[in-house]
């Protein structure tokens, strides 16, 4: 067994009496260590003649698990491709049928006779078939011994897909020996068609032996039936083979070299590398449509010409198309994709190609990206770096990439670029104080000028019934009709789906909430139904109060259902579509309607946030923000940071070309702070200020903060044993810790909720934060009742 096994590669390790799971061998030990006896268990089986792991995947997955307070398991089973990781029923054994030369113990000899002519068994199978049970010890002898093999798996592992290919027999690669073939296909005109088709479209005689087609390309090219090409097979003209091919998409032609940069772009490229001669993170703070993604193109060619792989990562593949496409028809066959629209055997090859690479490749994907089997990389861009979605909240690893993706550029030595109009108060203060370079590109791309923005009271408006009724300010009116009727385009922004967020009683003043959540259900007019947003608990729309049966339920607030209506009453005939969740529930269907859109097939579009990120539209001259009040009125932290950045991103969504577009934010409160800094595009005033209040009340990026969430279907039981949980950690870091405190949603999916907060300084070491809350933890099993809690840890969240 030890001559088959190294480090990183898969094997197969049995759990308990029936179970048994795919591990990665982490180290190789020279001597066993000491244990009890029978708590060292022999490996299975291995599954790997190379290692399934690059050398740096290890200490990058170590990191990750030290730091987010979770296990190296969690870490891994977020990382390696699901086809990768085989688990007891997916599992098959294979008998070949040798017989064994001497007598076998009964248990081993009955599983060999209870394979029989069976193609492949499962352990479940062979239990049912022989009415043994703990199999595993003799089907790991069986193993060893040779009689019994591994498959990969049942309908889940990884199995690389093969195509029939068509070439000519060997006796006929030269043009005169074929002659005779066409004489004896005289009366076979379809055969004849069909060799004739193949000749030509294959070229053999310039390439003997090496010349095919696929089975289908053939058929296809030749206009006719299978039944044909079998009937030429059988001849022996030609001859079938099974091909291994690529599940991932076709390579792009090369058809865009890379554009001469601006001035500016050219200044910002030769900037970027001077400071990484210095530092080893850089930070491009480009206003929009500034051009960011042209640099990164220039940075990522240089990159690969140097041997070095490189990482473009982007908050959401599907809607950052126009991106993608256009690095595909630069880099063509050098560029590979990885997200969580690709199959799991689709990730299972993009894994393989990068771990067997050959040439230096660009990898454009999303936050799990990271994890993938990197080997010489050189530059890793983290594009919108500031967008929340970067976070991984469910399950653990609960990770923030790009913060990940800093230690991975360091663990390979390589440089990291950070990308954003509208960056975090994070990267903004780690550029401020020189721990990043900062490089800034403040021209907009072409003759473009940057929007008008306006404000609109709605709370004036509405008190002097100018807004009774309607969800659209004259202002805003008045710029749609305007870019309407000049055939230009509009996008709406509400970031609330659904027809209205609540429903009330008249009489009782009820509001219908979830039955699983602390939420409101909101009512999806399309599907008539009230839905939970949090659990996806649905209901018919109740015609009478359930509390006091009173008939008259008011809806309140509105979402992007209710804007699609009074669009299509205010502007009848405007063609509009609608991008939030419901409509875009895959990555196909966001990538039509963004496609419609740009060609103009819909003059209006509507949406959540997902219509803030990356998109360039040439026809959009107007931009309305509908309620801005929902943005900032959040309990959060962040709230205002995050809200600005929202903002400004959908307003880079318009005037992009020689006209200056319009934006027109609706709001109760024009003259908060934070929205005049949004006219002015004064990001350093936002900037400045949240950080002085984030610093009188110690608040992240000054300090690090750790938050314990505790979840338990009984209230009283969370109650007490949050409480007992939070006085433990008081006495290891006194005034730091602050809770136990409810969340304003505090049950989720019939799970109460609480959460204690941990405020440390940034000299302390993550290690010692860890060991303190694993003491607690542990100290925490005498409690009663600790096993109907469940705990989990957010890292600087």
Known sequence: MEASVGKNFRVIVPFGKRRYYTAIVKAIREQAPEMPSGALKEIFVPLDETPILSPMQMPFWEWVASYYLCTLGDVYKAAVPPELKLESETVVFRCDGTEAQHPLPPKEQALLDAFGREAGLTVSTLEKKTGLHHLIPALNSLVNQGFVTVSEALGRGFVPKTETCVRLAPKYVREEELTPVFDQLQRA?????????????????????????????????????????????????????????????????????????????????????????????????????????????????????????????????????????RLSHTFGDRILFYHSGLSGHERTETWNRLLQAKQSLLVVGVRSSLFLPFSGLGLVIVDEEQEPSYRQSDPAPRYHARNAALVLASIHGAKTLLGSATPSLESWLNAQTGKYGRVVLKTRYGADFP?????????????????????????????????????????????????????????????????????????????????????????????RCPSCNDSEMRLFGFGTEKVEEEMTTLFPGTKTARLDFDTAHSRRACERILAEFEQGKMQVLIGTQMIARGLNFDRVSVVGVLNADSLMNVPDFRAHERAFQLMMQIGGRVGRREKQGTVVIQTSQPDHPLLQMICTSDYEGMAQNLLNERQIFCYPPYIRMITVILRAYEEQVLTHFSAAYAEKMRGAMGARVYGPFAPPINRVQTLHVRHIVLKIERSLTVDFV??????VCREMLSFPNHQHVKIHYEIDN
Request: glycine share 4%.
């Open 451 to 543: 929007p008008q923005i306006y404000l609109a009271d709605i709370k004036d408006l509405k008190r002097r019934k100018i807004m009774k009724d309607t969800l659209f300010s004259p202002l805003l009116k008045k710029k749609m009709d305007e870019a309407l009727s000049c055939g230009e385009q509009v996008i709406l922004f509400q970031n609330r789906r659904g027809f209205a967020p609540m429903m009330k009683c008249s009489s009782c003043h009820q509001v219908l909430h979830c039955i699983r959540c602390d939420v409101s259900l909101t009512w999806h007019k399309q599907a008539n139904r009230m839905i939970c947003h949090y659990c996806g608990y649905s209901t018919p729309l109740p015609s």
């Open 189 to 325: 005109e379809q055969q004849k068609k069909l060799l004739l088709t193949f000749l030509e479209q294959a070229q053999s005689f310039s390439q003997p032996f090496a010349a095919e087609l696929s089975r289908k390309e053939l058929l296809h090219a030749a206009g006719v039936k299978a039944p044909i090409l079998d009937a030429l097979l059988k001849r022996g003209i030609l001859t079938a083979h099974e091909k291994e091919t690529s599940r991932l998409r076709s390579p792009a032609e090369v058809t865009q070299p890379l554009h001469t940069l601006t001035a500016a772009q050219q200044a910002a490229c030769e900037d970027i590398l001077q400071l990484f001669t210095k530092k080893s993170v850089c930070l491009l703070h480009g206003v929009p449509f500034s051009g960011k993604t042209e640099v990164y193109m220039h940075l990522i060619t240089d990159t690969l010409q140097r041997g070095r792989q490189a990482l473009y990562m982007l908050p959401e593949i599907a809607l950052t198309m126009q991106v993608t496409e």
């Open 770 to 775: 860890r060991g303190m809350l694993e003491t």
